[in-house]
């Protein structure tokens, strides 16, 4: 069990960047007066490793908030951006949905646990968590991306039909990790700690880790190269394997998911 790092954010940001954090946390003190429990960073910031363009990962939790004051939270990050030139990533739970989180020990709230600096509040407590839900909302969320796919598909837009097959891949991945509260940072992370667990191991059949890397590399094109064409040929394959790569999990988490 791992609590959060107390500190300054000062440490691990730049001086713009703790002065934007600093704004919103008096920002949203002022504005949700009683509300605010918690503001913690957590993600490659405060970990040390972010690239200059990195966004800053912002965890708050509010007590009891309406959709009002969740709104607030965007509208002040929007401000920031604007005014400041400062992206702020703020994930916005209310206080009750935050423990049901942490009891489930998803990644997020294990990340939280593990790298998270106290902007102000209380640190987050992970326990052992319950990985077979969390495995089994994960692939939920894949054969979710597989229907969005399949619709997008059949409408003629292959780009994200694409894009939603690889989030497929990689949602039913994190679930297969999730069931070891095994816990990746990244994308990057998720595809090589399954390769490590899964593939290497002998429990996943190897060509999945071709199928997965192609993907990757179609995903990336698709989000991003906007003059980058996509045909039906290639929007169905990435479909097709991603509707086997999820069943592949499924099956292989059959055990732990009837617990």
């Known amino acids: 069990m791992t609590e959060i790092k107390a500190g300054a954010p000062i440490e691990v940001l730049k001086p713009e960047e703790a ?7 008096e920002r949203l ?3 949700l007066p009683g509300q605010v429990r918690d503001i913690i960073l ?3 910031k405060a970990r040390g490793d972010g690239h200059p363009e990195s966004d800053i990962d912002l965890l708050v939790v509010l007590e009891n908030p309406t959709k009002e004051q969740t709104d607030t939270v965007c509208d002040i990050t929007f401000d920031i951006l604007l005014d400041r030139g400062v992206e702020l990533s703020a994930i916005t739970y209310s206080r009750e949905e935050a423990m049901r989180k942490r009891e489930l ?4 709230m294990r990340n939280v646990a593990e790298e998270g600096i106290i902007i102000m509040g209380e640190a987050i407590v992970v326990g052992e968590g319950k990985p077979q839900e969390v495995a089994r909302g994960f692939l ?3 054969r979710e991306r597989l229907r969005s796919a399949a619709l997008l598909l059949n409408s003629g ?9 690889y989030y497929a891949f990689l949602d039913a991945a994190d679930g297969a990790l ?4 095994i816990t990746p940072k990244s994308h990057a992370g998720t595809i090589s700690l399954f390769g490590l667990h899964f593939i290497k191991a002998g429990l996943v059949d190897g060509k999945y880790s071709t199928w997965f890397k192609k993907i990757y590399k179609a995903r990336l094109d698709a989000d991003y190269k906007r003059d980058r064409v996509f045909t039906e040929e290639e929007a169905r394959e990435a479909l097709e394997q991603a509707t086997g790569f999820v069943e592949t999990v499924e099956k292989l988490l ?3 998911l009837e617990e």
């Open 29 to 31: 003190l002022a504005a």
């Open 42 to 44: 957590f993600g490659s």
């Open 254 to 256: 059959l055990p732990l």
């Open 19 to 25: 002065q934007a954090v600093e704004e919103f946390k």
């Open 157 to 165: 837009l292959y780009r994200d039909s694409v894009s939603r097959a």
């Open 140 to 142: 939920d969320s894949a």
């Open 105 to 108: 020990g998803t990644p997020l």
């Open 178 to 181: 999730a069931s070891r509260r």
